[in-house]
């Protein structure tokens, strides 16, 4: 087979090198769904622990599967990337390119589907909110009702969507909603939970669409590149097999 071009040569080596990382990336995240699977949580992140004791252990087995299929599938995918770079292989290339872009096609679908039901997605976070807050204190989950205080805390909120929910569902308001944590005095938070962490991730937005920004462009990257190069490799062919008749 002939020598490619410096510029086909290039897109070739970085194909390769970004599906090295990505394989990586697919081994670590179905091994942390691994370990999720086994021990039920998070267990050496105490953050993260007190969220998936409050999901609970059936919650936390469902997202550990998964990121079990997550991972191998992150990892097949990018190694279809890697052989069909490495062996010059046709087949390995474009099935690589077919499987990425039906993934790009699926985001720009999810980021559509998120804009059009909005209020509906809005409806239902709220809704989960309240059946969380109402199962923490109507079963008395330590555990749940000590994330909702914390969340509390950190955001200067009370209750999903006011203070009124404690006296709707007949409970205390609790310390946390006061800006004087030592003691109840003076008047608790007015904005409700529910708001106040779905204007937080507001104001994250600009930080994860700079994120999926640029995995999607590493995603179209590897389409162009893999159909460029599969067709290098096929023109590469015909021109070998033109010389030797």
Not at 26 to 48: A, D
Not at 114 to 143: C, M, P
Not at 146 to 151: G, K, N
């Amino acid at each position: 087979m002939g020598r490619f071009s410096c510029g086909i040569q290039c897109t070739r080596a970085t194909l390769f090198g970004l599906n090295i990382l990505f394989v990586f990336v697919g081994f670590t995240v179905m091994g942390l769904g691994i370990y999720i699977k086994v021990n039920g949580n998070f267990s050496s992140i105490s953050e993260i622990y007190k969220v998936s004791q409050a999901l609970g252990s059936e919650a936390m087995q469902w997202i550990g599967v998964g990121m079990i299929v997550a991972g191998i599938f992150t990892a097949l995918l990018a190694a279809f990337g890697c052989l069909g770079a490495v062996l010059k292989n046709r087949c390995f290339l474009y099935l690589y390119a077919v499987l990425l872009s039906l993934i790009v096609f699926f985001e720009f679908g999810a980021v559509i589907t998120t804009l059009v039901f909005r209020n509906d997605l809005w409806k239902t976070y709220d809704s989960s909110f309240v059946e969380i807050f109402n199962h923490a204190y109507g079963e008395n989950q330590t555990a749940t009702i000590q994330i909702i205080e914390d969340i509390e805390h950190r955001f200067k909120c009370c209750g999903v969507d006011g203070p009124s929910d404690y006296a709707k569902f007949g409970y205390r308001i609790p310390r946390s909603c006061y800006p004087n944590k030592k003691a109840i005095a003076g008047l608790p938070y007015t904005e409700g939970c529910a708001q106040a962490v779905a204007i937080w991730v507001w104001n994250q937005l600009p930080l994860i669409a700079g994120s999926l920004g640029a995995l999607l462009f590493i995603e179209i990257f590897g389409v162009i590149s893999s159909i460029a190069l599969g067709v290098a490799i096929s023109h590469s062919s015909n021109v070998e097999d033109y010389h030797k008749f």
